[in-house]
């Protein structure tokens, strides 16, 4: 009875939102047997229902396959008007595809479109074969960038998503690369295509989420649907400073998929914001040095960047300041000289090193002579 008991309560504490705040959050009911909500900027959960489950994830296997022909463009292995030609690899693809034939050629503008908004496995390989030279190659660098990313739930086996034994993901893992992903703000303008063409006319594609024609804010980003995986998506919205993505795999239909998307991007709109952290003036000011060359370092401090602080919270946001005092020579650039902490309530939010940014040598009879030598050495 008692192990009956801890099991579920297990279950309960798996499914509770994965947060760091201190208010109680409402509870959301979801279809998907695995989800993740996060705030991009900072990659805080602010949901999760079985975040390292072991899943497919169908097409939305494409993220990371957009993600490394993004970096192949911005790095100027690949550029958007490059003309690729269709191997017979790439032409043998089912499921979901544009129909390229083996030979046909196509710029990697079109091809990004057609794996952004058609889902088309065949231009994903004709990409993934230009970046890599071949499809095997182009998997064997998504599973070294995954590792990266610290994706350790994660193996492909190819790069469109279609059912292999052994390519697997997580809810988790999704939610890293498509943070990764959307730093390359121009991946926008496919994922936010709902009808264009290809072939001058003679295709038409819709985007397979449906989210871009009823949700307020989406930007993308990528479905997916097999035997396997169920129907899976990454959803990115953006609301007033607010930048979140939704991840569900395993949803038994496309409308469960979208409607839990949906309430998860729901959740984190109406029951979050960010709030920008400015930095007090003295952490960028100047530090006083005792028995030194010099008499003062100039301080620096990381920028604080922004935090995700709860709708529902009572506290207000609070900084302090800590700077040492009666510090002696030596003094190295980039030793910690204090640090700021940001507060909601008692809650520690985040903490940003103040350090020195001159290095400061101590005042001895050799420190001296070598300055002075230094100083007739430019006379």
């Given amino acids: 009875m008692f192990k009956k008991l801890i099991s579920l309560l297990l279950a309960l504490t798996l499914a509770l939102p994965v947060t760091a705040f201190a208010v109680k959050m409402p509870s959301l009911e979801l279809n998907a047997p695995s989800a993740v909500l996060v ?35 911005d790095g100027g292995r690949l550029k958007y008007t490059d003309t690729l030609t269709t191997s017979a690899h790439a032409a043998s693809m089912g499921g979901s595809d544009i ?17 952004a908004v058609a889902s088309a496995n065949d231009a994903a390989v004709v990409l993934a074969e230009a970046v890599s030279g071949s499809e095997d190659a182009f998997v064997a660098a998504m599973n ?38 959307i730093k390359h703000k121009k991946i926008f303008k ?18 397979t989420n449906k989210l871009l024609r009823t949700y307020d804010g989406i930007t993308g980003l990528k479905t997916g ?18 930048t979140l993505a939704a991840v569900v795999l395993g949803c038994n239909t496309g409308t469960e998929r ?6 998860l991007l729901d959740y984190g709109f109406t029951n979050f914001t960010v709030e920008k952290l400015e930095l007090p003036s003295e952490a960028l000011g100047k530090l006083n040095v005792s028995g030194g060359m010099t008499s003062q370092t100039r301080l620096n401090c990381e920028n604080p960047g922004t935090v995700v602080v709860s709708r529902m919270g009572d506290s207000k946001l609070n900084r302090e300041c800590i700077i040492k005092k009666d510090v002696r020579a030596p003094v190295k650039k980039g030793d910690k000289m204090g640090e700021v902490n940001y507060y909601s309530g008692k809650r520690l939010l985040k903490s940003c090193d103040i350090t020195a940014l001159d290095s400061v040598e101590k005042l001895t009879f050799s420190s ?12």
């Fill in 39 to 73: 705030e991009v900027e900072t990659g805080k959960t602010l949901f999760a229902r079985n975040p390292h489950e072991k899943r497919a994830c169908a097409s939305v296997t494409k993220v990371m396959t957009l993600l490394l022909v993004m970096e192949a463009i």
């Fill in 258 to 263: 979208f409607a839990d998307s949906a309430a």
């Fill in 190 to 207: 496919y994922t936010s295509i709902w009808l264009d063409n290809l072939r001058g006319g003679k295709t038409q594609i819709v985007n």
């Fill in 225 to 242: 649907t097999t035997d396997d995986a169920g129907c899976c998506m990454s959803a990115t919205a953006e609301r007033d400073g607010l």
């Fill in 99 to 115: 129909w390229l034939e083996e030979g046909e050629r196509m710029t990697v503008d079109d091809l990004l479109k057609a794996t």
């Fill in 368 to 379: 001296v002579a070598s300055a002075m030598l230094r100083a007739l050495g430019k006379l």
């Fill in 144 to 181: 070294k960038r995954a590792r990266a990313l610290k994706m350790n739930d994660t193996t492909f086996k190819n790069c469109n998503g279609l059912d292999e034994k052994g390519h697997l993901t997580s809810a988790y893992d999704v939610a890293l690369m498509t943070r990764e992903l």
